[in-house]
């Protein structure tokens, strides 16, 4: 069986993280959404929101599943037995982290692929940074997340006021 990994902070899930989500379900027969635990940054939702938005998110796509994980992508990998791990580029200044990280996956772990998919044009400009400053400033965010996401989000940013 196929498996591939698409790891992230998901803070919070966006419409551009699903695209690449879907997209990445029809090329394995499994996928597994690592929500990560403790990122090195800000964020805005707690582990246990991010990973119940996810799979709410996820919930329509039958090969497609959520875990929370702690560490190194790679050994999160080979705890699930994946064979790839997923990541999504918009612009050109994410292929550049993009292939750093990808060259220290395979030195770390050489027999997992590294399968980047580019983002739809229309979620080119998307970020999880950008959507949280937007809705903070009242910004229409709703076609950017799906609808539980943003009722969350909305939610979130007006108690932090």
């Known amino acids: 069986m196929s498996i591939a ?11 551009g993280h ?5 997209r ?7 996928l597994i959404i690592g929500v990560y635990d403790k990122p090195d940054k800000q964020l805005l939702f707690s582990t246990e929101e991010r990973a119940e938005m996810v799979s709410k998110t996820i ?38 982290n993009e292939f750093d990280l990808a060259m220290m996956n395979k030195r770390l772990a050489p027999e ?3 399968v980047c998919l580019m983002s739809d044009m229309k979620y080119q400009f998307l ?10 400033l009242g910004g229409a965010i709703e076609d950017l997340v799906p609808e539980h996401v943003a009722e969350a989000l909305i939610k979130k940013v007006h108690t932090q006021m």
């Open 112 to 114: 997992i692929e590294i």
């Open 5 to 15: 990994i698409y790891p992230g902070s998901f803070d919070p899930i966006t419409n």
């Open 18 to 22: 699903l695209d690449i989500i879907t």
């Open 127 to 136: 970020s999880s940074s950008l959507l949280k400053e937007a809705a903070r």
């Open 24 to 30: 990445a379900a029809k090329l394995f027969q499994k």
């Open 59 to 96: 919930a329509p796509l039958p090969n497609v599943e959520a875990r929370v994980f702690t560490g190194l992508a790679v050994d999160f990998a080979k705890e699930v037995k994946a064979q790839a791990i997923v990541r999504g580029l918009r612009m050109s200044g994410d292929f550049e």
